[in-house]
């Protein structure tokens, strides 16, 4: 007779004994299921223990698709005034997207203030900042691991219906290489990039133009034999696409790209934090000093899928 497992429920502090050393970092490394959680696709990993200027830091600045930041804080047992009102100046000075509270309970005259800093926002969507309450608790069944639960307990109505309507009018891949040099405002970015791009022709690569972006490919093991190398954005950020060296999106792994020592040396080149699947590095980080380490990175990586595409298959 089959069994049944039991679920338990739990408090934070039960499987995680604290706040900071042990709650924070799994959270910035659990980002998606948050992201689930409050309906926006954050980056899988963030950035913890963000200084301010007042001499104050900040749980987690994470990124969304887009490489907008949102700014989460999170605590065990209720949520108070010190979390909320920092997670909000940081917020505004930092221009974020959007503001995340996480705590094991809200208080109603917390959740009264979100709501009215959310009505204010749709009244001025290009002024005001997105504000979610997520409650946050242990669940885990039978003896097995401790799994945080997370609900969104207060939201922005029309956020996720705002944004895929952004996404939607903004996802028209550019016309022409020309247009992606009319997005790049600084002069010494839009020369480095052109070189890089320029190099990566010259060299017999491809191009494939996206809405703010210009993506490098080269020949390789998938159902149409071209595969993405890496991403550079008009604000100089660079995507390297671990899940697609993966084989995420041609279910054909590349074995070179995909060992301990290529991603340890890709974190620290790009300084990612070793989980990312999609990988964003800050804006700027494309520049003259970096350009022949990407360069070279991007080589190696169309290196690999020229020697996967020569591989015989495996039976």
Not at 26 to 44: F, T
Request: cysteine-free.
């Amino acid at each position: 007779m089959a069994t049944m497992g039991r679920l338990q429920f739990g408090r934070l502090t039960e499987a995680w004994k604290g706040e900071a050393s042990d709650f924070t970092p799994l959270l910035s490394e659990r980002l998606d299921q948050l992201g689930a959680a409050i309906g926006v696709e954050l980056a899988s990993f963030g950035r913890s223990e963000v200084a301010t200027a007042g001499g104050r830091r900040i749980d987690i600045v994470a990124q969304d698709a887009d490489g907008a930041d949102f700014v989460i804080e999170n605590q065990y047992g209720r949520a108070d005034h010190d979390h909320l009102t920092r997670g909000l100046a940081y917020a505004v000075a930092a221009k974020a997207r959007g503001l995340v509270v996480v705590a094991e309970e809200h208080r109603d005259e917390f959740k009264a203030v979100a709501r009215y800093l959310n009505d204010l926002r749709d009244a001025e969507p290009a002024l005001g900042i997105a504000v979610w309450l997520v409650e946050a608790r242990a669940v885990r069944v039978d003896e097995s691991a401790w799994a945080p639960l997370f609900t969104a307990v207060v939201e922005p109505n029309d956020f996720v219906a705002t944004v895929e309507q952004s996404k939607s009018a903004e996802s028209r891949p550019l016309a022409s290489i020309e247009e992606f040099w009319t997005l790049i405002a600084d002069p010494e970015l839009l020369r480095v990039t052109q070189l890089l791009v320029d190099g990566w022709r010259t060299a017999g690569h491809r191009l494939r133009l996206g809405p703010t972006y210009v993506a490098l490919e080269a020949n390789g093991p998938a159902a149409n034999g071209v595969r993405t190398v890496v991403a550079v954005y008009a604000d100089g950020r660079v995507l390297v696409p671990f899940s697609s060296y993966a084989g995420s999106n041609s279910g054909i792994e590349i074995g070179d790209l995909t060992t301990d020592t290529f991603r340890a040396e890709a974190d620290a080149l790009f300084g990612f934090q070793g989980s990312e699947r999609q990988a964003r590095t800050a804006p700027g980080w494309l520049r003259a000093e970096t350009l022949p380490a990407l360069q070279a990175f991007a080589a190696r990586v169309a290196a690999a899928y020229a020697r996967a595409s020569t591989e015989p298959a495996s039976a």
